[in-house]
């Protein structure tokens, strides 16, 4: 067998872990590389590389994956999760790392190089993404041929395989949902830095799901930045009538959606705080502890007439009441954002409080 080199796209799971130890046991040198968006992050694959003394390449994708989400053309999951192109995104931008690192992606029918690129997907696994047409489809998008080593033997043959880069005869025949055969490898191999199989992306989430699909039906042109938003505290959205000077209308009836991000903890605040950009209206309570609220319009920047508004927080506070789909002046946008605030601080509750604004610059 010719000498060959891996790189693996990584997860940190246990199906990706085990594809790296199928390679390594054949004397392949592994690398792997993940891929970070709003939607799923690297910490799991940092500890799962240590463990197998694998480089790891992180690459931040989050501009592309959102541009994915607004329009994915294999359609959606069970909620918001476009796996398919998603899958073939990572794929390509792996590809992409074949011919410039120490590690190279090779592209498709290019294997000059000895360089192979695999996954840790298993056929039948997921009912969306790793069917055998959808694995196809993957390839195809990607434009980089992939070795799927758990599940290869279920699969058509690939170059890696025919031209002796990788023993086709020791990779495996998974199929299906259950992981039984995976945990008895894990046990095998001793591995013991791997992630859950759920959790992994917030796509999947229904929650999250549905504070995006809001987001993408009132703000179209929503950034990375806006999105980081919806990750950290009580969501509300509102609906401001602009005055025919607002900023960057065109149409000046027409209403703008208003975002209020109410922070639930303290790191919730702090992140709130690092999100928050040029415009923003950032709220906390002056004398007692509670939360952060974001305000955030996007052609449009409220006028503060004074930095302290004065709330009466009731006991009980009824979303009904507030008409939250009701469009609002300014200063009952703001009015309502100062109820939330104090509502959020228990010891606020039935108190009257000063509520501190400011504007980031």
Same mark, same amino acid.
């Given at each position: 067998?010719?000498?060959?080199?891996?790189?693996?796209? %990584?997860?940190?799971?246990?199906?990706?872990? *085990?594809?790296?130890?199928? &390679?390594?046991?054949?004397?392949?040198?592994?690398?792997?590389?993940?891929?970070?968006?709003?939607? %799923?992050?690297?910490?799991?694959?940092?500890?799962?590389?240590?463990?197998?003394?694998?480089?790891?390449?992180?690459?931040?994708?989050?501009?592309?994956? &959102?541009?994915?989400?607004?329009?994915? *053309?294999?359609?959606?999951?069970?909620?918001?999760?476009?796996?398919?192109?998603?899958?073939?995104?990572?794929?390509?931008?792996?590809?992409?790392?074949?011919?410039?690192?120490?590690?190279?992606?090779?592209?498709?029918?290019?294997?000059?190089?000895?360089?192979?690129?695999?996954?840790?997907?298993?056929?039948?696994?997921?009912?969306?993404? +790793?069917?055998?047409?959808?694995?196809?489809?993957?390839?195809? %998008?990607?434009?980089?041929?992939?070795?799927?080593?758990?599940?290869?033997?279920?699969?058509?043959?690939?170059?890696?395989?025919? +031209?002796? *880069?990788?023993?086709?005869?020791?990779?495996?025949?998974?199929?299906?949902?259950?992981?039984?055969?995976?945990?008895?490898?894990?046990?095998?191999?001793? &591995?013991?830095?791997?992630?859950?199989?759920?959790?992994?992306?917030? =796509?999947?989430?229904?929650? %999250?799901?549905?504070?995006? *699909?809001?987001?993408?039906?009132?703000?179209?042109?929503?950034?990375?930045?806006?999105?980081?938003? =919806?990750?950290?505290?009580?969501?509300?959205?509102?609906?401001?009538?602009?005055?025919?000077?607002?900023?960057?209308?065109?149409?000046?009836?027409?209403?703008?959606?208003?975002?209020?991000?109410?922070?639930?903890?303290?790191?919730?605040?702090?992140?709130?705080?690092?999100?928050?950009?040029?415009?923003?209206?950032?709220?906390?309570?002056?004398?007692?502890?509670?939360?952060?609220?974001?305000?955030?319009?996007?052609?449009?920047? =409220?006028?503060?007439?004074?930095?302290?508004?004065?709330?009466?927080?009731?006991?009980?506070?009824?979303?009904?009441?507030?008409?939250?789909?009701?469009?609002?002046?300014?200063?009952?946008? &703001?009015?309502?954002?100062?109820? =939330?605030?104090?509502?959020?601080?228990?010891?606020?509750?039935?108190?009257?409080?000063?509520?501190?604004?400011?504007?980031?610059?």
């Amino acid at each position: 067998m010719q000498k060959a080199k891996a790189l693996v796209l %990584f997860s940190g799971g246990l199906d990706s872990m *085990l594809a790296v130890k199928l &390679l390594q046991i054949q004397g392949i040198k592994a690398e792997s590389i993940c891929f970070t968006s709003n939607f %799923f992050n690297c910490t799991k694959a940092k500890d799962a590389a240590e463990e197998l003394g694998i480089k790891l390449k992180v690459v931040d994708i989050s501009r592309e994956m &959102l541009e994915i989400v607004k329009n994915p *053309l294999s359609g959606y999951g069970k909620h918001l999760n476009p796996c398919v192109d998603c899958h073939a995104l990572m794929a390509r931008r792996a590809g992409e790392f074949l011919q410039s690192g120490s590690t190279a992606p090779v592209a498709a029918g290019d294997y000059g190089a000895n360089n192979i690129f695999a996954t840790g997907e298993v056929l039948g696994q997921r009912p969306f993404s +790793q069917t055998k047409d959808a694995l196809a489809r993957v390839e195809k %998008f990607a434009g980089v041929e992939i070795l799927r080593p758990l599940s290869a033997k279920k699969l058509p043959e690939t170059e890696y395989e025919k +031209q002796g *880069l990788v023993d086709r005869g020791r990779m495996l025949n998974i199929i299906g949902r259950s992981r039984e055969r995976q945990m008895e490898l894990a046990e095998k191999y001793k &591995l013991k830095n791997y992630s859950t199989p759920a959790g992994g992306c917030l =796509l999947t989430d229904s929650e %999250f799901s549905n504070r995006l *699909l809001k987001m993408l039906d009132y703000w179209q042109d929503c950034g990375v930045n806006d999105v980081e938003l =919806l990750k950290y505290g009580r969501v509300f959205w509102l609906t401001l009538s602009t005055p025919k000077h607002a900023k960057g209308r065109q149409d000046a009836n027409k209403s703008e959606k208003v975002l209020i991000v109410v922070g639930r903890h303290k790191e919730d605040n702090e992140n709130l705080e690092k999100l928050a950009r040029k415009g923003d209206v950032i709220m906390e309570l002056k004398e007692i502890a509670g939360p952060l609220s974001l305000i955030r319009i996007k052609n449009y920047e =409220l006028r503060i007439k004074n930095n302290i508004l004065k709330i009466n927080v009731p006991e009980k506070l009824k979303m009904g009441e507030l008409e939250l789909g009701e469009e609002k002046s300014g200063e009952n946008i &703001l009015r309502i954002a100062g109820l =939330l605030t104090g509502y959020y601080a228990v010891k606020a509750r039935k108190k009257k409080v000063n509520c501190q604004l400011r504007v980031k610059n």
